[in-house]
């Protein structure tokens, strides 16, 4: 008989190597955001694969910050070191450019006794004998280390890296019922939609100084009601998410709606609010907005 396996797969990196493009591509699922900025990913997502005979859990981290400054990012770091713990299998993520992890991650990753892979992504970017020169690089740092070349976003080498995954799955029944996607709540997925789309609208730190709160999702409606709050750190950004005549919060009311329906097949009533919060450096704020 052949055993059921099922494990949970921490996927860590810098920001913007495509942890959330791969965990999004492997599920056939726009779940996790993704923008073209670093740090678009703040929280732990799990992300939920179950077939036949295997479930794998991957786990969307934040990008490790080399010098964190405000305390949000600190927190993000230390989501990553948490997310080590109970990881079966580590996916260490790496882009043409990328360095090795700092010397306490390496370290860290070191005396963990588990599967690991090192996945090379946007080969698409890349001439073979550059993925030879990388993958050199790593198996010598990390000789125990399986190595994988992929393009998360084409989909190229993602059967075979999701084969060998599943192998080395340890034997185990499903931690989740097999329709379940993610440990997350819809009105979370709702704001992650909402931060994803100013981060694809505002420029530069505006996307950096917000955070988003769906503060009633009416759901026993016709057209489900959605009232979100956009927390912002200064009046000023406040000034730039509204812009003149309330033309840029309409725009991203706009944008944000149509991610949302199109998540949740059906149609939505959005209604956006901005209000003034210092959050990003205040550890009750940050408690509460779940961090
Ligand atoms: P994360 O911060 O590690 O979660 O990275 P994201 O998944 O948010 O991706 C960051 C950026 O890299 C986005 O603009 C993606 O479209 C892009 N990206 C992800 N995978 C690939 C890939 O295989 N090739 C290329 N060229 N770009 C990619
Ligand atoms: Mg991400």
Do not use: C
């Not at 230390?78 to 992890?101: G, R």
């Not at 963990?112 to 020169?133: A, G, H, R, Y």
């Amino acid at each position: 008989m052949i055993k059921f396996k099922s494990g949970f797969v921490t996927i860590l990196g810098f920001p913007n190597v495509g942890k959330s493009t791969l965990m999004n591509s492997m599920l056939g699922e726009r779940l996790s955001i993704v923008t073209p900025k670093p740090q678009t990913t703040r929280k732990r997502i799990l992300g939920i694969l179950t077939e036949s005979n295997f479930q794998i859990i991957f786990s969307d981290t934040p990008g490790y910050i080399l010098k964190p400054t405000y305390l949000l990012q600190k927190k993000m770091n230390q989501t990553i070191m948490k997310s080590l713990e109970d990881a079966d299998i580590l996916l260490m993520m790496t882009q043409p450019d990328d360095d090795f992890f700092p010397p306490e991650l390496m370290e860290k990753i070191q005396s963990l006794t588990l599967p690991k892979f090192v996945v090379l992504n946007k080969i698409d970017l890349l001439k073979p004998e550059q993925t030879s020169l990388i993958r050199n690089k790593w198996t010598t740092k990390l000789p125990e280390a399986f190595f994988y070349a992929i393009s998360a976003l084409h989909g190229t080498g993602l059967l075979e890296l999701k084969n060998a995954i599943v192998e080395h799955l340890p034997e185990h029944p499903p931690y989740y019922a097999d329709d379940v996607l993610s440990d997350r709540y819809i009105r979370e997925f709702v704001a992650e939609f909402i931060r994803e789309q100013i981060f694809l609208l505002y420029k530069q730190e505006i996307p950096y100084h917000s955070e988003v709160v769906i503060e009633e999702f009416k759901e026993d409606l016709p057209i489900p009601h959605i009232r979100a709050i956009i927390y912002v750190s200064r009046e000023s950004i406040k000034k730039i998410i509204i812009g003149e005549g309330g033309k840029s919060i309409k725009e991203l009311g706009i944008r944000s709606r149509k991610r949302i329906e199109e998540f949740l097949n059906h149609q939505i009533y959005l209604e956006l609010h901005v209000k003034v919060m210092e959050w990003r450096n205040n550890d009750k704020k940050l408690k509460q907005l779940g961090y």
